[in-house]
């Protein structure tokens, strides 16, 4: 009986290997390839972005607002890699 092919497993070296202008996510070592933004959806990232930073400022937060493209490591062992459109960090020593 055939053996089935292993499927592999990708790693943040994959993510940093991507040729230039590709951009992927990676989950539980699963590349997700992302479709460049179209005008609308930044113009809408636009809006939440400048509300987010209002919103903020106006009540004397200490959280900072970034847009896209921003990596973001939701664990130590970079396991996974996402880009969200807006990341609020409001913890200084996660920047």
Do not use: W
């Amino acid at each position: 009986m055939p053996e089935l092919a292993q499927e592999k497993l990708h790693s943040i070296d994959d993510i940093y290997n991507l040729k230039d202008g590709k951009r992927a996510e990676l989950i539980d070592g699963h590349i997700y390839y992302i479709s460049p933004p179209n005008t609308n959806h930044q113009r809408i990232l636009n809006f939440i972005n400048t509300e987010i930073n209002i919103y903020i400022r106006n009540n004397s937060g200490n959280c900072e607002v970034f847009p896209a493209p921003f990596s973001v490591f939701l664990f130590a062992d970079n396991s996974k890699y996402f880009e969200p459109d807006i990341s609020v960090i409001c913890d200084k020593n996660k920047q």
